[in-house]
């Protein structure tokens, strides 16, 4: 049979005609859609999230790093509203010019115009606190100042001093409840570990400095006094914080700062905290517990 020729010219004309009404509707859309588009400003190093709602492997960890720093600040604001309310100020009338220590020194308050400032921390909610003997001194009866809840003053007497590890307690004259912290477990740190240290240095009341945990160990002779298992940190301490409590990231109190290395009386990123396991024995005796 022979074959028409107009009937194979059609044959390849309608598939070659539909195809190219296709394309050129095609493009007067897209061309619409960009006129009446709005302008679309991406960040730089922006990318379009994948439509099955996961990233590639090497991607993720860049994506996940503002959740979780967003997640530890979050963490770090925590710890300070839990503690931060029970670290008082603790003052006491002036007694001569404390000498500047060099080198390994024990922390001293800060004596300023308002008088000798040091910390101490509540750890119970009777209003027992902890703090230092360099920050009370030969003192029987101090006075606390408590932050939260608006500036409040109480006198509070020494009921219990550790030669030990230099630890005071001490016991506020009021019938009240107080906020207090968690009491740790110092065996538990390792170095690395984040810590919050917060106290009254040179005065301002409730500062919060962060460091690590620079060793769980370090064994010291301070005038002559051994110390086998202080804490050392790089968190900034410095006069006014001994007496203070440093914190780890669960917002327990894991030791009392109460010294630090200062070579020409210039900061040095070296404090120290006596571990609160160190207390214990002083504090349940103390408390009757």
Not at 230 to 245: K, L
Request: hydrophobic content about 40%.
């Amino acid at each position: 049979m022979k074959k028409n020729k107009n009937f194979r010219i059609n044959n390849l004309f309608w598939p070659a005609a539909a195809l190219l009404a296709l394309f050129i509707g095609a493009i007067w859309t897209n061309a619409g859609v960009i006129e009446h588009a709005p302008t679309q400003i991406r960040p730089r190093g922006y990318m379009a999230a994948p439509t099955n709602g996961r990233l590639p492997s090497g991607q993720q960890g860049a994506m996940a790093s503002p959740r979780t720093a967003l997640m530890m600040q979050e963490g770090i604001s925590q710890v300070v509203s839990m503690v931060r309310p029970a670290v008082v100020g603790v003052s006491k009338p002036p007694a001569g010019q404390i000498p500047a220590g060099t080198g390994l020194t024990y922390l001293q308050p800060y004596s300023g115009s308002a008088g000798v400032v040091g910390s101490g921390v509540i750890i119970d909610r009777r209003g027992y606190i902890l703090t230092t003997f360099q920050t009370v001194g030969t003192a029987n009866v101090v006075q606390i100042t408590l932050f939260s809840g608006g500036r409040r003053q109480y006198q509070a007497d020494v009921i219990g001093v550790d030669p030990n590890t230099d630890l005071v307690l001490l016991k506020v004259r009021a019938r009240e409840v107080f906020p207090a912290v968690v009491l740790g477990n110092s065996d538990l740190i390792e170095v690395g570990d984040l810590v919050l240290s917060i106290g009254s240095p040179f005065g301002f009341s409730r500062t919060v400095t962060m460091g690590i945990v620079s060793s769980n160990r370090r064994r010291l002779n301070i005038d002559g006094t051994r110390y086998p298992d202080m804490i050392q940190t790089d968190a900034a301490i410095n006069e006014g914080n001994d007496g203070g409590p440093l914190v780890n990231i669960r917002g327990d109190v894991i030791g009392i700062n109460m010294a630090c290395y200062m070579p020409d009386n210039h900061y040095s990123g070296i404090g120290f905290a006596v571990p609160i396991n160190d207390a214990l024995e002083f504090i349940n005796a103390s408390l009757g517990a």
